[in-house]
């Protein structure tokens, strides 16, 4: 069912439910204004009662001779009748018994033996009453058909604008999940400028549409760095190879190593992508034992130590505690610690220092071992900041390919503690150098 049909048979629904609604409080008002009124005048009402009482006893217990116009001798009652032993005995005005008896108000009469008769009588406003209450049963049958008329034309004319209203913001919508589902990337419009729910939908649904955009820009990204990153490597080897062809020489040995250099590189980066892309997809699985992080710290150092002897670089680890255990898969954190620390060393000058620093501490309530990695070196510019741990991101440009590893390293370190359930952050000031810090679960 259409949103215009939806609108219309509810508002015939709620139409109706007033009409009911109304009758039926009009219907029980008409009892409760006649019992008001028998409270109002109850004195007059009692007076009759006791008249009738007092006529059944003076005749001997009978009501022969008895005159309802005697009874009120005011006229305050234009509406009388008395019903005694199942038959009517007097009856006075213009209404019908059994009509007097449903609407009028009843007076039980009685006597020392029991009941004697009852009384159904009407003052001057409950007859007024119920003349208006049938006036209102009257009309009431035309007021449901001009109701239920005005109700059709009324309803489908503002179901017409409602509907355009309700449904154009849906339309927008559909359009842009429409163009969302072609790939249309940044090129979506939705009503994001509304302020109701359909606003809040637009909205979502912008931002859904932002991150599969940039997702998609990543995913292009990805594939023209690994492909540059291939092609260089692939290049040389296939140029060393046409040449040695051409000119019908076996390789030297150094061509040979070169060669092999370019394989390994290849190898690596062949490696590290299928790493990242398991670790990224969630497909990476954790066999985590009880590891003394110091003690992975310090091997760490030694097997780096090369490195910092090459560039004359002071490597320097502070534990206060001397066994700092924690839950991890001792393969994937030194892998995540060995890039952390070889791209301190590597933006560290000479005659540098990179202090690493291990201990506990307390993060939103829960003990986590905390580990820095900080150098003096030349830092990192604020627009590069927050892309360090991007695939591929360089911050240093002009550092050439061959020099500066994948540029996966700092993205896997990052997977591998966000699949330990850790975090990893970074602080960094142009010229004065840069720290590290890694929080690792207890």
Do not use: C
Not at 235 to 258: T, W
């Amino acid at each position: 069912m259409k949103i215009r049909a939806k609108l219309m048979l509810s508002m015939g629904i709620l139409i109706a439910f007033i009409l009911f609604s109304l009758f039926a409080v009009t219907h029980i008002q008409f009892y409760i204004i006649r019992d008001l009124e028998y409270m109002r005048e109850k004195p007059a009402f009692t007076a009759l009662k006791e008249n009738f009482q007092r006529h059944y006893a003076a005749g001997g217990n009978s009501w022969a001779g008895v005159r309802a116009e005697e009874m009120d001798s005011g006229s305050f009652f234009p509406e009388i009748a008395l019903v005694s032993g199942g038959s009517l005995v007097v009856h006075k005005g213009q209404l019908p018994l059994r009509t007097l008896q449903d609407e009028g108000f009843p007076l039980f009469l009685t006597d020392a033996e029991g009941k004697i008769g009852t009384l159904f009588v009407m003052d001057a406003k409950q007859y007024k009453t119920y003349e208006f209450k049938s006036m209102w049963y009257g009309i009431f049958p035309v007021v449901v058909r001009v109701s239920l008329l005005f109700t059709f034309v009324a309803a489908l004319v503002i179901s017409f604008f409602l509907s355009r209203r309700f449904t154009s913001p849906i339309r927008k919508l559909l359009q842009g999940i429409d163009s969302i589902k072609k790939g249309s990337g940044g090129d979506v419009k939705l009503p994001v400028a509304r302020k109701d729910e359909f606003g809040a939908i637009a909205r979502a649904l912008q931002e859904m549409n932002d991150s599969l955009a940039s997702l998609e820009r990543s995913r292009k990204q990805m594939l023209s760095d690994v492909a540059h990153e291939l092609k260089t490597p692939l290049m040389i080897m296939q140029g060393e190879l046409e040449l040695a062809q051409e000119i019908d020489e076996p390789l030297k040995q150094e061509k040979v190593s070169s060669l092999l250099d370019e394989v390994l590189r290849l190898n690596r980066l062949v490696h590290d992508v299928l790493e990242l892309s398991r670790m990224e997809a969630g497909r990476a699985e954790l066999r985590r034992e009880p590891e003394n992080i110091g003690a992975l710290l310090q091997g760490l150092i030694e097997k780096t130590r090369y490195i910092a002897e090459d560039k004359n670089i002071r490597v320097r680890l502070r534990t206060p505690e001397e066994d700092i255990y924690a839950p991890v898969e001792k393969h994937r954190i030194l892998q995540a610690l060995y890039n952390i620390l070889i791209n301190a060393l590597h933006y560290t000058p000479a005659g540098g220092t990179v202090k690493i620093g291990a201990g506990t501490a307390v993060r939103e309530g829960r003990l986590v071992v905390l580990l820095t990695v900080e150098d003096n070196g030349s830092g990192i510019a604020s627009e590069d900041l927050p892309h360090i741990f991007n695939r591929f991101y360089r911050a240093d440009h002009s550092r050439t390919r061959p020099s500066g590893g994948t540029g996966l390293g700092l993205a896997i370190a990052e997977q591998n503690i966000l699949l330990h359930g850790g975090s990893i952050g970074v602080q960094s000031e142009s010229g004065k150098g840069t720290v590290f810090t890694v929080l690792l679960p207890v």
